[in-house]
């Protein structure tokens, strides 16, 4: 149980471009996800916090105007990198948590790459 | 301020040879703790946690974590190590409510030599 999926695995887009990052509970409600940022041998940053039906509350430092994140359902949370940068390349990582849990169970991550 | 310590970035073991991995925190309060594992270009696997309860837990895979209050720390252990425990291993803390807010260790890369 407890499994949390993302898609893509990875992706390459143009600077300038959108990109949309999917993440899902496939066996329970995650009334709370997470998204990190993990740069090479670094630790996980974490950007923002998303609830279902809320806003997301973003870290300091993180724009969230550049990294829109959506919650719509108890499954599925979206972050959308908009205006890609080469900068903005890294690993990105979900994590999910139900209601009551204390525990986070983390996605597999998506690669982005942005030339 | 909140923080997680990770002393040691790398540690190579030899295959079969215990493993210890350690971790240390400044909190408030006792937090929830938690031990990851990520294997190259993964995500993270929750390998074992502590709320409360028995200080010595037990997770996956044959780990095993202490939580010492007075030295609030919380390290890693296995008695064997096996080639596939080669991996990053971070540790976390959160705070015991429903913020659910991780902060996570630097990581220490394991590298099992046969």
């Known amino acids: 149980g407890a499994v949390v999926s993302q898609h893509p695995s990875w992706v390459i887009c143009k600077s300038g471009t959108s990109v949309k990052i999917e993440c899902r509970s496939l066996?329970?409600?995650?009334?709370?996800m997470f998204w990190y940022r993990q740069f090479p041998k670094q630790s996980l940053m974490l950007m923002a916090t998303s609830n279902e039906g809320s806003k997301a509350t973003y870290e300091q430092g993180v724009e969230k105007d550049k990294f829109l994140i959506n919650h719509a359902s108890l499954t599925l949370s979206t972050l959308t990198v908009t205006s890609a940068h080469p900068e903005d390349s890294s690993f990105y990582i979900c994590?999910?948590?139900?209601?009551?849990?204390?525990?986070?169970?983390f996605g597999p991550g998506t690669r982005l790459l942005v030339l | 301020a909140q923080s997680v310590t990770q002393p040691d970035i790398h540690i190579t073991v030899s295959e079969g040879a215990s493993l210890e991995l350690r971790c240390n925190y400044s909190?408030?309060?006792?937090?929830?703790l938690f031990w990851y594992v990520q294997s190259p270009g993964q995500g993270l696997q929750l390998l074992l946690k502590y709320f409360s309860g028995d200080t010595l837990v037990q997770g996956i895979k044959g780990f095993e974590a202490e939580f010492k209050r007075s030295q609030s720390s919380f390290n890693l252990r296995k008695p064997s190590v096996h080639w596939s425990d080669a991996a990053e291993y971070f540790c976390a803390v959160g705070p015991p409510s429903n913020t659910g807010k991780l902060i996570f260790g630097q990581g220490t890369t394991l590298q099992v030599k046969p």
């Open positions: 066996d329970f409600q995650a009334t709370t």
């Open positions: 909190y408030g309060a006792t937090p929830y």
């Open positions: 994590s999910a948590r139900g209601t009551g849990r204390e525990t986070q169970y």
